[in-house]
């Protein structure tokens, strides 16, 4: 705990120094020399810090926009236009002016030049701490790249600081891409430098570990098409004995009082310091819970009381749930509510004669409690981003072996995800089993757009993404409304690649620009 809390004073100073610095105006050159400052572990630590500080601040972007950019949810609100960027998005009517596009895209680049700072300037043969700050440098750096390489393409390769001369970066080819990220985790986990948990049930260890390493090579190879190469590291993790599919109950996986438990493979770490709520301030959480000033509830409700009601879920992804587990099964009802249950359970409805944007489903495994508030304050939220878990694991390793020709593990896998779900076992799996499972599994969590994009799949899925969206009103009655776009939905030949965003494009001419933007 001692060393969770001398991290957290590290964050807090640099995000004081983030905030402060722009109010200087006196020259900071010669301030900052990078010939001497990484010398010490302190100083090492305080750049391996600002890394974790990044990523921390990644929800509101990554996971709100990827989830729009989805069939599983509505963009929502109380009315149409409440948020018109979510809109955008979720009917792919977006171009590359996106606010939400180029911040997801400036966040990535941030973390890769934060790594390069540190891979530039650390000295490799130094202390213990210097070895792991720079394998988890590499790692940093391999996942924004991933993220980027999934969603764009073919982004210009930054592998170290640049110089003025070299600002205009072009873009890279899928190959060295690609191999930068192979390589970066490659040397990481060869290292022998990255943290690893003590146990299964350890939820001491928050940084960056082997095993999550690993899991990432995994999916750069299940990306690449190298399903041996792929299934090879997912059966790393699974081998490690560190990681575990969550005990309880599985809509309570991602509370407070569960933070870093077994099926956490990554989460960055927001410390519950009530003298310092701040440090945890986030719009994610008021975005994602629901629509509370049009609702009616009692006094003692534990929703927080404070929602904007963006992130529906769809009609169609509560349908496939009934498909794979009937209208009770244990998963579903631990993952989304209909609103006949909301009434019931929680005596919350929508106040009479009002009404908001769903189909008459409201997410559970994300819902947003009070209890989980810092000091009461609804800006700010204790619960950590979890960016990976074990069943993450378990179904990615599961499409590996099947591509690789291994129905038996991939059936060993997915039957793991379906035990917890308090679903019968499969005798065999299809690849169509897979991408069922890991839709209903991961729903909510960010990853469903990559997935489709990916298979091939985008385009049929999301086809009708902004032809109309749903009215539900006090009564339980949906209605629909046309969005009154002339174009909408995944467009092929454009949406496989999101749009370099026209400020970088404007910033730097040598980017070429993706197709139909």
């Known amino acids: 705990m001692k060393k969770i809390y001398k991290f957290a004073i590290i964050l807090s100073l640099a995000l004081m120094g983030a905030s402060c610095s722009d109010k200087l105006d006196i020259s900071q050159?010669?301030?900052?020399?990078?010939?001497?400052?990484?010398n010490t572990d302190e100083q090492i630590e305080s750049a391996s810090a600002a890394l974790y500080l990044t990523v921390r601040g990644w929800e509101y972007y990554a996971i709100l926009t990827k989830n729009m950019l989805s069939d599983d949810f509505y963009a929502g609100g109380a009315q149409r236009g409440d948020n018109i960027d979510l809109e955008a998005l979720n009917e792919f009517t977006f171009d590359a002016e996106e606010d939400y596009i180029q911040g997801m895209f400036e966040s990535y680049y941030q973390l890769i030049y934060r790594s390069n700072v540190i891979l530039g300037h650390v000295d490799p043969e130094g202390s213990d701490m210097a070895k792991m700050a720079i394998a988890e440098a590499r790692v940093f750096r391999a996942w924004a790249y991933f993220e980027l390489i999934s969603m764009w393409g073919n982004p210009p390769l930054v592998d170290h600081e640049l110089?003025?001369?070299?600002?205009?970066?072009?873009?890279?080819?899928?190959?060295?891409?690609?191999?930068l990220v192979i390589d970066d985790l490659t040397k990481a986990i060869s290292s022998g430098a990255l943290a690893e948990k003590t146990g299964i049930d350890d939820t001491s260890?928050?940084?960056?570990?082997?095993?999550?390493?690993?899991?990432?090579?995994?999916?750069?190879?299940?990306?690449?098409?190298?399903?041996?190469?792929?299934?090879?590291?997912?059966?790393?993790?699974?081998?490690?004995?560190?990681?575990?599919?969550?005990?309880?109950?599985?809509g309570d996986m991602r509370r407070v009082?569960?933070?870093?438990?077994?099926?956490?493979?990554?989460e960055s770490n927001r410390i519950h310091d009530d003298n310092n709520s701040w440090q945890n301030f986030s719009l994610f959480y008021l975005m994602i819970n629901w629509r509370m000033d049009k609702m009616e509830y009692p006094s003692d409700t534990p929703i927080m009381t404070t929602g904007w009601g963006f992130c529906v879920p769809t009609?169609?992804?509560?349908?496939?749930?009934?498909?794979?587990?009937?209208?009770?099964?244990?998963?579903?009802?631990?993952?989304m509510k209909t609103?006949?249950?909301?009434?019931?359970?929680?005596?919350?409805?929508?106040?009479?004669?009002?009404?908001?944007?769903?189909?008459?489903?409201?997410?559970w495994k994300t819902r947003v409690l009070s209890e989980d508030r810092g000091m009461g304050n609804d800006y700010v939220y204790n619960a950590d981003p979890l960016w990976m878990r074990y069943a993450?694991?378990?179904?990615?390793?599961?499409?590996a072996h099947l591509m690789a020709g291994n129905t038996?593990?991939?059936?060993?896998y997915i039957n793991q995800i379906r035990s917890r779900a308090e679903l019968s076992s499969l005798s065999s799996v299809t690849l169509a089993q897979v991408k069922t499972e890991k839709r209903l599994e991961l729903c909510g969590e960010g990853l469903r757009f990559q997935d489709l994009l990916r298979w091939g799949d985008a385009a049929s899925a999301m086809a009708n993404n902004g032809k109309s969206y749903p009215n539900l009103s006090a009564n339980g009655t949906v209605t629909y409304s046309s969005c009154n776009n002339t174009v909408y939905g995944f467009k092929t030949g454009k949406h496989e690649r999101l749009p370099y965003p026209a400020t970088e494009i404007r910033l730097n001419s040598s980017i070429v620009q993706n197709a139909g933007y």
């Open 29 to 38: 050159h010669g301030v900052l020399n990078y010939e001497t400052y990484y």
């Open 163 to 179: 110089v003025p001369e070299e600002y205009d970066m072009p873009n890279g080819t899928t190959e060295e891409l690609w191999g």
């Open 205 to 250: 260890t928050w940084r960056v570990t082997k095993q999550y390493a690993q899991a990432l090579l995994g999916k750069a190879y299940l990306w690449m098409g190298e399903y041996d190469k792929a299934a090879a590291q997912f059966d790393a993790v699974v081998q490690s004995g560190k990681y575990g599919l969550f005990q309880g109950d599985y």
């Open 257 to 266: 009082a569960n933070k870093h438990n077994r099926e956490s493979v990554f």
């Open 315 to 335: 009609q169609n992804l509560y349908d496939e749930f009934v498909s794979d587990e009937g209208e009770d099964g244990y998963r579903l009802n631990q993952t």
């Open 339 to 363: 609103y006949e249950q909301i009434q019931q359970q929680l005596g919350i409805s929508i106040k009479s004669g009002g009404s908001i944007i769903s189909d008459g489903y409201f997410m």
């Open 392 to 399: 993450e694991v378990l179904l990615c390793g599961a499409e």
């Open 408 to 412: 038996s593990k991939a059936t060993e």
